[in-house]
């Protein structure tokens, strides 16, 4: 019987027949809300795979974009705040974005272009180093070592060099993660014979994206102008100010994004299921280095060293540190020492050991962090500390730092070459004259703070105001 038999024959003669009728005409309405409710869903998602063009009628659409409070939080009260045309476009974010989720570039001739899928199909294979003078097909790692590097090549050559000296080092992995294609630093890592090396290269760089987001637009604020200036202005991120009325800057902002993407990056591609080359436990120590960094020969011995001194004494580190920034005196004296405290940015952030597991509650965190109005991703990670995760971090220290720093100009260095030959002259006078204390039979805690937790004194530096630098930061998270 067809529909409109069976609708003809719902003639309401009796109470009961009624009652059947008005069943089955809701049937019938719910059938028909329900496939208008699926075709809107396809017209919708055919609009966002089409890159449809967005336009604001309301600013209150930007609900999911909104600016950063003055206590460096994302403020849902803020969401109106600005005329719309201080907004940008949520075509150019989607299009961002759809770099990372698919791997798709813009079919227009760009100078990039090339670069971004050689990038991406780079990052997708992630081939090994040295498999040949380290055969077999699923090794054991006893550490991942993870470098972070930019454009310092000098700097780089000096760590490898450190690195070729280390003992153990054959049975680490040593994975360099790049911001920046350049021939010489490829050069450098090809001369790595002493280990298994990778590298991988962050695809949303200055090099990629030199004149948009993340990169720097021409059409941006610039870090100075006031706030009724932007406005006048009408630049893209006029309502998106730091707690200090200064915009964002592209170079400074590039280092937090890097950072973060690198952790999840590693933790699921090398450290988890996803990457079948290695065997890996959740007690595998991940060192973090920069390109400035320089290794004593013992710094992984010192470093299992410590991990053993953690598990057996049962202190609940969830940092080891091989470095500091300070001057020690008497290196001989404290080559077995530790000693253990809450985690703190500026003095914990050098040579930093962790394991998967302190990893994940680390990527747990990623609003709090992504959130945060400060550039640098040490003071980010000290509000994760504080405010996101159960309990303050602890961190046990090296007394006798085996991680150095050679970079002494720093981020913010605006002056010519700045090389490391007077680092390298310095250290290796250090290491001949401590040489006989290298290599300790056992570590020991000889200092230990009898508070672990409160808040430290946070300095909130700014610069990460910026929306679009908040919810790219969040979407490697849900789309690495």
Known sequence: MTMELQWRSCVPHTRKRDTRCQIHKCRIVFVLIAILCVWLVLVYMNMLDNNWKVKYSNVSTMKYFRPLSRSGNVSRSMATQGPKWTLFHLEKFQKWIKYFTTGAVPAAPNKTVDLLKRILQHNGQRPLLNVDRFPGTRPIYSVIIVVQVHSRVQHLGLLIESLRQVRGIQEALLVFSHDLVMEEMDHLVRQVDFCRAMQIYFPFSRQIFPEEFPGHDPEDCERDSSRSTALRLQCNNAAYADRYGHYREAKYTQTKHHWW????????????????????????????????????????????????????????????????????????????????????????????????????????????????????????????????????????????????????????????????????????????????????????????????????????????????????????????
């Not at 509000?383 to 220290?397: A, N, R």
């Not at 310095?426 to 290298?438: D, E, G, I, M, P």
Request: glycine letters at 6%; hydrophobic letters at 40%; aromatic letters at 8%.
């Open 261 to 480: 993407w690198k952790l999840i990056f590693v933790y699921r591609y090398v450290l988890g299921s996803d990457w079948s080359h290695s065997i890996v436990s959740n007690t595998t120590p991940v060192l973090l280095l920069e390109e400035d960094h320089y290794l004593f020969p013992d710094a992984l011995h010192v470093l299992h060293a410590m991990a053993s001194l953690n598990k057996s004494q049962r202190l609940n580190c969830d940092i080891l540190c091989l470095g500091t920034y300070d001057l020690v005196q008497d290196f001989a004296g404290r080559s077995a020492e530790t000693e253990t405290a809450s985690w703190h940015a500026t003095q914990h952030n050098m040579a930093m050991v962790l394991t998967p597991v302190v990893l994940s509650r680390m990527l747990s965190c990623a609003d709090a962090f992504c959130s945060h109005d400060d550039y640098n991703w040490d003071w980010s990670l000290q509000v994760i500390s504080e405010s996101c995760l159960k309990g303050h971090f602890k961190v046990m220290m090296a007394r006798a730092p085996r991680a150095h720093h050679t970079g002494s100009c720093g981020m913010h260095h605006r002056g010519g070459a700045c090389s490391p030959e007077p680092q390298r002259a310095r250290l290796t006078n250090l290491l001949k004259s401590v040489s006989h204390s290298l290599f300790p039979a056992e570590m020991r805690v000889t200092l230990q703070s009898q508070k672990i937790g409160g808040k430290v004194a946070s300095i909130i530096n700014g610069g990460w105001a910026d929306v679009r630098d908040v919810e790219l930061c969040r979407s490697y998270k849900r789309h690495v």
